[in-house]
């Protein structure tokens, strides 16, 4: 257990839906990531934030995804109109960014896999 | 973004070999991470390093960042070393954002 929890664990929905997952990081944790991973290959970045506000953002975030850390602890993760080429696990990571350092290391959570329908 | 590659993508080796996986990168960065992933999914940071070579335990890791070059060792293999390694870069170049991933190198360890 790295610390990192994601809520739920799996999740199946059909076509069409919304479905919206969690991501509780490490407590001290100032960065927290979003990835998609899909069977056979390797994690593919989506967004990251740093405390409350989101730094960056993959093309791969369509505008049917929004993240969101409002209060720069916990945050969510909601994908519209689910497609089924959206199934995936969908892991969070949290690392936590001192002042002066350049590079950190990222402590992910069990993922939350989705199956749309 | 930084296109990062790994070699090989599957390896077998016999409990006791010496193990060797590669990875290039695309954007030069301040560190490049190495994890571990069983099945399952569960990730585990291995190493972050930045510069020369880190160890822990039987795991090796080196970094020449002038070629863009890393490779983990693992020495003495055992079964329990099966599992999948990943190597990642941050997603821009630099160090502090997210992480583009290898495809992974699927390891097995027989007794």
């Known amino acids: 257990d790295t610390g990192v929890s994601q809520d739920p664990r799996h999740k199946i929905t059909k076509r069409g839906q919304n479905v919206t997952f969690r991501c509780d990081p490490i407590?001290?944790?100032?960065?927290l990531y979003w990835y998609r991973q899909t069977l056979g290959q390797g994690p593919e970045f989506l967004t990251y934030f740093q405390n409350e506000a989101q730094l960056e953002k993959s093309r791969l975030l369509s505008d049917r995804f929004s993240a969101e850390r409002p209060k720069g602890s916990f945050s969510t993760l909601e994908i519209q109109r689910t497609e089924q080429g959206d199934s995936a696990m969908y892991l969070c990571?949290?690392?936590?960014?001192?002042?002066?350092?350049?590079?950190?290391?990222?402590?992910f959570g069990p993922g939350t896999r989705l199956t749309v329908l | 973004k930084n296109e990062v590659e790994q070699s090989p993508q599957n390896l077998t080796a016999q409990e006791g070999e010496f193990i060797t996986i590669n990875c290039s990168y695309s954007v030069g960065i301040s560190a490049l991470h190495w994890l571990q992933q069983h099945p399952g999914g569960g990730i585990v940071s291995l190493f972050m390093?930045?510069?020369g070579k880190k160890k822990h335990g039987r795991l090796i890791a080196t970094i020449n960042i002038q070629e863009k070059h890393s490779s983990l060792h693992i020495t003495a293999s055992h079964p329990r070393d099966s599992a999948v390694y990943i190597c990642a870069a941050p997603y821009s170049g630099g160090g502090a954002d997210g992480l583009t991933f290898g495809k992974g190198t699927h390891l097995i360890i027989q007794p």
């Open positions: 407590s001290e944790h100032n960065r």
């Open positions: 390093l930045s510069s």
């Open positions: 990571a949290s690392s936590l960014r001192g002042r002066g350092s350049s590079y950190n290391e990222q402590f």
